[in-house]
């Protein structure tokens, strides 16, 4: 492989290191596009090497869902100078790990291996980069494969199987409703041809960011990733990255899912919501408290307290929201009714605790106990820098940029009491809202139950109104 | 009386070097406790080990120590659960308490700043907890609710199939969390017993990595551990993984089959340990680069992910193994893993495997010190094995004095495809039950 070198390539943008992020961090931009994001940790002689593409599910063509994470397995097959599995063998041989994962928004690769083993994992990794040699052999056992991953981890779970169609009502017009490692019937059908196109689009250092994680120099790095990466031309063709967006949602949607194997009864509930986009991450700030303030502890969070302590509606509950997400994102709650409570017991409890939330506010205590625990979050995030590794590269793939990564954690301090009741606000209409019903028997809610809300909860959840 | 012995743990050769350097001392109170000192970040990783664990249940009494477990977070001294919750969550420290077949598992991660107030709260938690009525009424219908959601999972089905039938009557042979039953009718007062049954002082064992001193973590650790008893009731006895070789099957609506399987295993303080663990690396143990990997899913596509691993555990040791395929395709899958259990018994592995798998296993070893969570993790778990602490530096000398003729004298003595046994949950095609036909020489 040819060294390429580049006069002036490099432009470094030195972190000033607060108290809640020890470590250094270094970037840089290779002249064909490639980012590199250096992150140091000298505590340990370890180094974890990651390449992370701007590409993911959401971003396929329509009768190919699952190419994203197809093409994340091939890349483990051969190229013009490595065999089919001598890629895994080798950082074996090293006495390294690696993997790969695939999400709607970015695919990557990874290995964690001794500091100094760092060179020859750069040199593999540039080299799948640019000349996979994929074969309908390769295509057939490995589609063989991805299908026994959908069964395990789908077909055989009654409650994937329901997020799936959850996700599917969700989103009507974004990819996002598509599932990650694809619908059966297509990927039954993907071909050698879909990966190859999908690959050639994609897999090119101008969608791509390197985030090297450890005990290494930044200098160095960049030296490694010129000598590796430097000489793979910039993809003249990327597309830009333009998904077909969601509409306004005008229409609450509804789903029973029934399925024997559910072993407990749920509801679920999601709402669209917005993400953490550049130089804006206010109110996806905000709609973190939320969440924490919601169901974040089982003992203390408000559904936790209104549903399992203070009455016995619920066996747990909770509420969740990811916050990083390059198109409009989720924020979800779930009630598990306890023994003897009914799927409309459990939901018309839950909007009518939202409803008292609306009124209430939020409490001071708990505010200030949750602002601690995301402040000590960031420390205790130093003892992991594969986490810190992935926290940049799931950032970067997302819409977000270096500096907006590091400014998340005071402007997660910053957050207050108003703005989480204003997102709150936007958020609990139920005309945006989708939820669903997950039941081992549908004889169980038959006779009129789930057509039977009650009016003045309704009115209660007209939140438009509460104001 | 204390004394510190400093190791450095050499890394790979080239690589830069990285000290590892463990104290060991024993408290004003006479528990024995590890230490990596570090202030690189102001918090402590606090792990604790006591050896008994859910075994221990008294006879008709099954999930007790489970239920007691889980309710050690959900009030003590004058605190209810929401009261001691909001206790923690102001501080941000982070308590997990967790009952296995051979132990108590008790964690903490707390910050420098408000470590007093921190290690007060736990130590009321282990020390004096309440046992509320309503507490235990909350969380045993967690219990219960997790029970319901096992006997529909097809891992958890084949798991409990497994040991029911390969320890009977043993404690390994049930699930530590229960039936429903004996759940249901688990008191107050077995509750209260199991806890002074398991969580004993002279089981216990400590490991600590973070910003704190050898002084201070010893008074931290009577405090925290000196008011519980010394000891507790007899370990059970050791016992077999006995079942005979051949399949059991566990009809289950779902499409893709689970497939459990195992045999007897070997000792962790056997001499032939680590030939034993070379050998299930090159078997099923390692990665993508297993045979099993290879044969089962490389070549043929058969499954996601199949893997073996040698469990010693206190009173019996095995060799377990999972596989998962859709219904059509799991009697192949077994076939293949079956043929694989007897070749490497039948003729072992060469040279180049052992190479290979030596090179990886040495390497590995020391990318697992990379954090003061990890690092704990480690000092408790070599504890609990009875290891010193000389041993984070001689372990890869261990796996380096592996010879060829070791690992294929342990693969023909340890392997025993006509006793292993596999239970298969789901609905699989044109698998038979029963024992199986001698595979020896089909290749």
């Known amino acids: 492989m040819s060294v390429l070198r580049h006069s002036l390539a490099a432009i470094a943008l030195p972190l000033f290191a607060t108290a809640a992020a020890a470590q250094e961090v270094t970037t840089y931009e290779l002249d064909n596009g490639m980012q590199v994001v250096v992150i140091e940790d000298h505590r340990a002689p370890v180094v974890v090497n990651m390449v992370w593409y701007r590409v993911g599910s959401a971003d396929e063509g329509p009768g190919v869902s699952g190419v994203a994470h197809f093409l994340e397995h091939l890349l483990f097959k051969g190229t013009d100078d490595l065999e089919a599995g001598e890629f895994s063998a080798t950082v074996a041989a090293q006495g390294g790990s690696d993997n790969a994962f695939t999400s709607t928004d970015y695919t990557a690769y990874f290995q964690r291996v001794a500091a100094d083993r760092l060179p020859l994992m750069m040199q593999m990794e540039a080299d799948r980069m640019e000349d996979l040699a994929l074969t309908e052999d390769d295509i057939r056992t490995e589609r063989d494969v991805v299908i026994e991953e959908r069964n395990q981890r789908t077909e055989n779970n009654a409650s994937a199987l329901a997020r799936e169609q959850m996700m599917a009502a969700q989103y009507l017009n974004h990819r996002y409703g598509v599932p990650i490692i694809g619908w059966r019937h297509e990927l039954d059908e993907l071909e050698l041809s879909d990966t190859v196109a999908f690959y050639e689009t994609y897999y090119s250092p101008n969608n791509a960011i390197l985030v090297v994680a450890g005990d290494v120099q930044p200098e160095e790095v960049l030296a490694l990733a010129e000598e590796y990466y430097g000489p793979i031309p910039a993809e003249p063709d990327l597309p830009p990255r333009a998904r077909a967006q969601e509409p306004p949602q005008r229409a609450e949607r509804r789903l029973i899912f029934a399925d024997p194997r559910v072993a407990q009864d749920y509801v679920a509930r999601s709402y669209l919501a917005p993400e953490r986009d550049a130089g804006a991450q206010q109110e996806a700030a905000s709609l973190v408290y939320l969440s924490e303030i919601l169901g974040g502890s089982s003992f203390t969070s408000v559904l936790g307290r209104a549903l399992t302590f203070d009455t016995d509606i619920a066996l747990y509950s909770g509420a969740g929201y990811d916050a990083l997400s390059l198109d409009d994102t989720t924020f979800s709650l779930t009630v598990v009714p306890a023994e003897g409570v009914t799927l409309q017991e459990a939901e018309d409890a839950l909007d009518a605790t939202l409803a008292q939330f609306l009124k209430d506010g939020v409490d001071d205590e708990q505010l200030a106990r949750i602002r601690t625990q995301l402040r000590a979050q960031e420390i205790y995030a130093r003892d992991d820098v594969s986490g810190i590794a992935r926290r940049y590269g799931s950032a970067l793939t997302q819409g977000l940029t270096v500096e907006d990564v590091q400014a998340w954690p005071d402007i997660l301090a910053a957050v207050t009491e108003d703005e989480i009741m204003a997102a709150a606000r936007d958020l609990f209409d139920r005309d945006r809202a989708v939820t669903m019903w997950v039941v081992a028997d549908r004889a169980t809610i038959d006779g009129g139950a789930v057509t039977d809300t009650d009016p003045e909860t309704v009115d209660d959840l007209d939140l438009e109104d509460t104001e | 009386m204390k004394h510190i012995l400093a190791l450095a743990l050499s890394l790979l050769a080239a690589a830069a070097s990285a000290q590892i350097d463990i104290q060991t001392s024993t408290s004003p109170g006479g528990i024995d406790v590890w230490l990596v000192e570090t202030g690189d970040i102001p918090f402590v990783a606090l792990e604790i080990r006591i050896e008994g664990g859910a075994s221990l249940d008294r006879e008709g009494r099954r999930g007790a120590v489970n ?63 309440t046992f509320d009525d309503a507490a235990i009424e909350r969380v045993r219908a967690q219990v219960l609710a997790g029970l319901r959601s096992d006997a529909q999972s097809p891992n958890a089905i084949a798991s409990e199939t497994l040991y029911a039938a390969a320890f009977g009557d043993h404690p390994y042979g049930s699930d530590l969390s229960g039936t429903p039953e004996s759940v249901a009718a688990l008191t107050r007062e077995d509750i209260v017993q199991a806890w002074r049954d398991t969580l004993v002082r002279g089981r216990v064992h400590v490991g600590a990595v973070g910003d704190i001193d050898a002084a201070a973590l010893g008074d931290l650790v ?11 009731p007899d370990l059970p ?45 090159i078997l099923g143990g390692g990665g993508f680069e ?46 293949v893993i079956r043929d694989e259990w007897a070749r490497i018994a039948r003729d072992g592995v060469t040279q180049e495997e052992l190479d290979a798998a030596k090179t990886y296993i040495t390497g590995e070893y020391p990318l697992r010190f990379d954090g003061n969570g990890p690092i704990a993790d480690i000092l408790v778990g070599m504890q609990t094995t009875d290891l010193t602490p000389e041993y984070v530096t001689e372990r890869n000398s261990f796996v380096e004095a592996v010879t060829l003729e070791d690992v294929n004298r342990v693969a023909a003595e340890l392997l025993r495809p006509d006793e292993l046994r596999f239970v298969v949950v789901g609905q699989p095609e044109g698998l038979e039950t029963g024992p199986l036909p001698d595979t020896a020489g089909t290749e």
């Open chain 2, 237 to 281: 006895p050791d016992t077999v993984f006995d079942v005979g070789g051949g399949v059991t099957v566990v009809d289950f609506p779902t499409p893709q089959a689970v497939a459990l399987f195992g045999q007897p295993g070997i000792e962790r303080d056997d001499d032939d340990f680590f030939a034993a663990y070379v050998l299930n690396h």
């Open chain 2, 222 to 232: 009577d405090d925290l551990l000196g008011p519980l008893p010394a000891t507790g």
């Open chain 2, 67 to 129: 239920l007691m477990t889980g309710l050690l977070e959900e009030g003590s001294g004058d605190m209810d659960a929401q009261t001691f919750q909001t206790a923690r969550e102001g501080l941000a420290a982070t308590f997990g308490y967790a009952a296995y077949d051979d132990s108590i598992a008790l964690s903490a991660r707390f910050l420098t700043e408000n470590a007093d107030e921190a290690v007060a709260l736990f130590r009321q938690s282990l020390v004096d907890p």
């Open chain 2, 290 to 335: 297993s045979r099993l990997m290879t044969e089962v899913r490389e070549k043929r596509g058969l499954t996601y992910g199949v893997g073996t691993y040698l469990v010693p555990k206190d009173h019996a040791p095995i060799i377990l193994g999972q596989v998962a395929s859709a219904n059509d395709r799991i009697g192949d899958a077994i076939a």
